[in-house]
């Protein structure tokens, strides 16, 4: 639907729902579990009985033969990795993209702090105007 066209909220409303879920993101992410989001996106934080197709384990093939390297302290570790996605597996979107974002995108500022000299000049920020 156009977002012109869309009937406007009081500001009560939004204000409600501003308190209730803490954003006025769409409601499937006010929700408390996420996975069921997730599903519907054909994405799933837990193990298939039906197994995994074929194009995905040539896929994990690849990137298993290729040369991969892990930080030493990450929940992307082999004796964590399973353990992470259980835990996250139940939780909203804002649990999930502040356990694992940093690990797939890590800050620019720590990645500075901890030597690429190369990005000391960026700044990050959060939720500035």
Do not use: W
Not at 2 to 20: G, I, M, T
Not at 45 to 60: H, N, Q, V, Y
Not at 76 to 90: A, I, Q, V, W
């Amino acid at each position: 639907m156009n977002p012109l066209l869309r009937k406007k909220r009081s500001s009560s409303s939004l204000r409600s729902r501003q308190s209730e879920g803490g954003s006025t993101r769409s409601a499937v992410y006010a929700h408390a579990s996420y996975s069921e989001a997730l599903a519907l996106k054909g994405s799933f934080m837990d193990e298939s009985a039906l197994g995994i197709t074929d194009e995905s384990r040539k896929l994990c093939q690849t990137l298993l033969d290729g040369e991969q390297t892990v930080p030493q302290d990450s929940l992307f570790r082999d004796d964590l990795f399973e353990k992470t996605c259980r835990k996250l597996k139940d939780q909203n979107e804002a649990r999930v993209v502040q356990d694992i974002a940093r690990l797939i995108v890590p800050s620019m500022e720590t990645l500075a702090t901890y030597g690429a000299s190369h990005l000391d000049d960026l700044v990050e920020s959060v939720n500035e105007g």
